[in-house]
């Protein structure tokens, strides 16, 4: 099992930055791949942001490429996503989610994919 929590949501003006964080516990947080994934109010969840377990590989959707910036600290057991830029459209809650790496090539892009994930942390950027 891989214990996950996100914090460092909040409030923030559009264009404006704001960088989440999630600490995970458990097992072995570096052979896990990790993502962050958004869900908004009355919309499924959806993909932003994947790293795999040694880091070499990231990958956005396209709604954020150039804006945020997905990156892991193995040693202190911690993902990141840094954001800016950040528009209205981008607030949700927003979930840290992890599954046993194997190719380091590999994106993972679905829900499906994951076995663990964060409570979620909420961020609301305002007009």
């Known amino acids: 099992q891989v214990q996950?929590?996100?914090?460092?949501?909040?409030?923030?003006?559009?264009?404006g930055s704001l960088r989440l964080s999630c600490a995970a516990s458990g097992r072995s947080f570096g052979s896990h791949d990790m993502?962050?994934?958004?869900?908004?109010?009355?919309?499924?969840?959806?993909?932003?942001?994947?790293?795999?377990?040694?880091?070499?590989?990231?990958?956005?959707?396209?709604?954020?490429?150039?804006?945020?910036?997905?990156s892991r600290d193995n040693c202190k057991d911690t993902l990141l996503l840094q954001m800016k830029s950040l528009e209205p459209e981008k607030t949700g809650v927003y979930y840290c989610n992890g599954v046993r790496g194997a190719d380091p090539g590999t994106a993972r892009i679905a829900a499906y994919e994951y076995d663990y994930w964060g409570p979620g942390t909420q961020m609301t950027v305002a007009s």
């Open 4 to 15: 996950l929590a996100e914090s460092g949501g909040g409030l923030v003006q559009a264009g």
């Open 35 to 70: 993502g962050w994934f958004r869900q908004a109010p009355g919309k499924e969840r959806e993909f932003v942001a994947t790293v795999s377990w040694n880091g070499g590989t990231t990958y956005y959707a396209d709604s954020v490429k150039g804006r945020f910036t997905i």
